[in-house]
């Protein structure tokens, strides 16, 4: 059981260098703040793409909290057959860690997106100024419809990882040590993906913002 509590001192190294990803991700636009008629057109139609996108995660969520609850019946029930309760204490731990670790990593990540899209809008303001002093903005509108549509995608898919549970499925006392070390595994490997998720995101706004400067003659 060594060798798992080395994998959960991992998993907490691992928050650790993702929260100071998270701090660090986030672009600066030195932008107006101004609004405008495009921009409040652009905020109306994300809004309605946001009240689609909620009804649907709401009916995953309760899936797949039903789901969850269901398979942990079956951990509690299988924890408690484990004989050892030193063995039973360090699955109990490394199950509540997991879950702890997820919150606190898709929360960090809803913040790094909303900054995203804080910085965008402020872009959308530049783009209207450039607009009105008679400048070709095309090529700006589309990489900033691109980077709405990238991070509206990567958000779906953080309120996805933020349902998910990550449930050690005990085969048997023998085995214990191979489950969860294949639990941890997987959600190692779905934080990975979403951490490139974000990335993409987050190069998709500083590639506005670098367009949108060029436009301005900075």
């Known amino acids: 059981m060594a060798r798992i509590a080395l994998v959960l001192l991992t998993v907490i190294f691992f928050t650790t260098t993702s929260q100071t990803y998270a701090q660090e991700a986030t672009p600066s636009a030195d932008t107006p703040s101004n609004t405008s008629p495009t921009l409040d057109s652009s905020r109306q139609q994300l809004l309605e793409r946001r009240n689609a996108a909620r009804e649907r995660l709401d009916e995953d969520s309760i899936q797949l909290r039903e789901e969850a609850n269901s398979r ?14 030193t063995r039973q204490r360090i699955v ?10 997820n919150e606190n990593l898709t929360n960090s990540f809803e913040n790094v997106l909303a900054n995203l899209e804080k910085v965008l809008e ?5 783009r209207d100024s450039l607009a009105s002093q008679g400048k070709d903005v095309s090529s700006l509108t589309g990489a900033i ?15 996805t990882q933020s349902e998910k549970a990550y449930i050690i499925d005990i085969s048997s006392d023998a085995s214990l040590r191979v489950d969860a070390q294949e639990t941890i595994n997987t959600f190692k490997t779905d934080i990975r993906t979403l951490r490139d998720e974000l990335l993409n995101a987050k190069d998709s706004v500083v590639a506005s913002a670098r367009l949108a400067a060029s436009l301005s003659g900075n």
Do not use: C, G, M
């Not at 402020?122 to 530049?126: A, F, G, M, N, T």
């Not at 980077?147 to 898919?157: C, D, N, V």
């Open 122 to 126: 402020q872009i959308e303001v530049r």
């Open 145 to 159: 419809s691109d980077a709405r549509s990238t991070i509206e995608s990567t958000k779906a898919l953080v309120n």
């Open 92 to 101: 109990e731990r490394i199950d509540n860690r997991l879950q702890l670790v």
């Open 72 to 85: 942990r019946q079956v951990f509690r029930q299988r924890l408690a057959q484990i004989q050892d309760e």
